[in-house]
Nanobody, 117 residues
Framework: QVRLEEAGGGLAQAGGSLRLSCTAS????????MGWYRQGRGNQRELVAI???????NYGDPVKGRFTISTIDSRNTVHLQMNDLKVEDTDIYFC???????????WGQGTQVTVSS
């Protein structure tokens, strides 16, 4: 199937930066959408940022202008650069991959991001 390997995260001070990376392997498609969600306060995970293989991106409102999703070295790896971090960005961040043709979604194991004031 699909395996997602996450890296990065950890502890930062408010106003600081962190970077997350996620590498996908396995049976991948041409139209896959990769990105990041975070656990949030409700029952549904909250969108952070996603990027299609066509380069189109979408960001959650709380992170617009501060976070940037990109693929630099490989189209199967997405990086999330998180700048100007806020205490409210503290959460568990999950890498996701949606296989558009197959109609399924895969999740990473999650990585903790903690922002202190």
């Amino acid at each position: 199937q699909v395996r997602l390997e996450e890296a990065g995260g950890g502890l930062a001070q408010a106003g600081g930066s962190l970077r997350l990376s996620c590498t996908a392997s396995g049976h991948l498609g041409r139209l896959d959408v990769m990105g990041w969600y975070r656990q949030g306060r409700g029952n549904q995970r909250e969108l952070v940022a996603i990027r299609g293989k066509d380069g189109i991106t979408n960001y959650g409102d709380p992170v617009k202008g501060r976070f940037t999703i990109s693929t630099i070295d490989s189209r199967n790896t997405v990086h999330l650069q998180m700048n100007d971090l806020k205490v409210e960005d503290t959460d568990i961040y999950f890498c996701s991959l949606v296989r558009i043709n197959e109609g399924d979604t895969f999740w990473g194991q999650g990585t903790q991001v903690t922002v202190s004031s």
